[in-house]
């Protein structure tokens, strides 16, 4: 069975830290972009962090630069976003997927093929 699996989401405080995982089952991540998005009831899928698992190529989206940090786990097979200074507008269902490419980092969500159940993160005091 095909399926990317994200793990790691749960509760922190304002400035606090958390990091997801993304791993994949069924197929590999070689040759694939792996890309972390967001999203909130009512609003659209957002593009957070991306990385192209061949070379480790990183994007980031403005509203995170500076505090997430997405990295390839080779040995695990795993994608995981280092996340840092939490705000209060970070909260949401954070999914994963993946998009089948050579040399490119995309950042769009029609772009990406496979992905996960998503994971949720809170931010509370």
């Known amino acids: 069975q095909v399926q990317l699996v994200e793990s790691g989401g749960g509760l922190v405080q304002p400035g606090g830290s958390l990091t997801l995982s993304c791993a994949a089952s069924g197929f590999t991540l070689d040759y694939k972009a792996v890309g972390w998005f967001r999203q909130v009831p009512g609003k659209e899928r957002q593009g957070v962090s991306f990385i192209n698992y061949n070379d480790g190529r990183t994007y980031y989206a403005d509203s995170v630069k500076g505090r997430f940090t997405i990295s390839r786990d080779t040995a695990r097979k795993t994608v995981n976003l280092q996340m840092n200074s939490l705000k209060p507008e970070d909260p949401s269902v954070y999914y994963c997927?993946?998009?089948?490419?050579?040399?490119?980092?995309?950042?769009?969500?029609?772009?990406?093929?496979?992905w996960g159940q998503g994971t949720r993160v809170t931010v509370s005091s």
């Open positions: 997927a993946a998009a089948p490419t050579y040399y490119d980092v995309p950042s769009q969500a029609y772009e990406y093929e496979y």
